[in-house]
């Protein structure tokens, strides 16, 4: 199975900066790449599809980016309800996830 | 609007079976493949496994960790898709999510665009 290798797995931030998390797959993906928000005691809530598509309805101060291997999550100025957990996932073959990034407060 | 709604999670001692449903509306239930995705406390996302569509057949796909105990189906008539989880060990303690598959030309490997809330499913003696 591809591996999916997401860093940083904690972040503290501040309320309106500029965040960015990373995604590596363990081999090409062809952009087959979802970000999701997590909140505690909540599903996750899909952001972004095919690497850069954002979906219906989600801020865009929320973007993405990258090809091959790896990719990225821009979050270009936090807000409060921002603070949450996001996951990478590849459906290019079949299907895996990275292990988190908790997005915390300073 | 979509909804996704599961029941059927609970206690359940190690070896025995169980059975998750997921109810759905909003949608043309029968055009999606629908996914089941659960998430041990505090773990991460693991995928469970994928139902396609009717037009592709109605078959399934499974992560390893669960083929051959797990089995995937549905109905169309009734919009809802089950999970029925047989010889169970302490490992699959889980909430598990009932999840629609995006967009609805894909086969079976997508994005999963709805979740349901979740039902949690306990593994014990």
């Known amino acids: 199975d591809i591996q999916m290798t997401q860093s940083p797995s904690s972040l503290s931030a501040s309320v309106g900066d500029r965040v960015t998390i990373t995604c590596r797959a363990s081999?090409?993906?062809?952009?087959?790449l979802a970000w999701y928000q997590q909140k505690p005691g909540k599903a996750p809530k899909l952001l972004l599809y095919a690497a850069s598509r954002l979906e219906s309805g989600v801020p865009s101060r929320f973007s993405g980016s990258g090809s091959g291997t790896d990719y990225t999550l821009t979050i270009s100025s936090l807000q409060p309800e921002d603070f949450a957990t996001y996951y990478c996932q590849q459906y290019y073959s079949p299907v895996t996830f990275g292990q988190g990034t908790k997005l915390e407060i300073k | 609007e979509v909804q996704l709604v599961e029941s059927g999670g609970g206690l359940v001692q190690p070896g025995r079976s169980l059975r998750l449903s997921c109810t759905a509306s909003g949608f043309t239930f029968g055009d999606y493949a629908m996914s089941w995705v659960r998430q041990a406390p505090g773990k991460g996302l693991e995928w469970v496994g994928f139902?396609?569509?009717?037009?592709?057949?109605?078959?399934?796909e499974y992560a390893a960790s669960v083929k051959g105990r797990f089995t995937i189906s549905r109905d169309d008539s009734k919009s809802i898709a089950y999970l029925q989880m047989n010889s169970l060990k302490t490992e699959d303690t889980a909430v598990y999510y009932c999840?629609?598959?995006?967009?609805?030309?894909?086969?079976?490997?997508?994005?999963?665009?709805?979740w349901g809330q979740g039902t949690l499913v306990t593994v014990s003696s």
């Open positions: 081999q090409g993906i062809s952009n087959s």
């Open positions: 999840t629609r598959v995006g967009p609805p030309s894909v086969q079976w490997l997508g994005y999963f665009d709805y």
């Open positions: 139902i396609r569509s009717k037009a592709y057949g109605g078959t399934t």
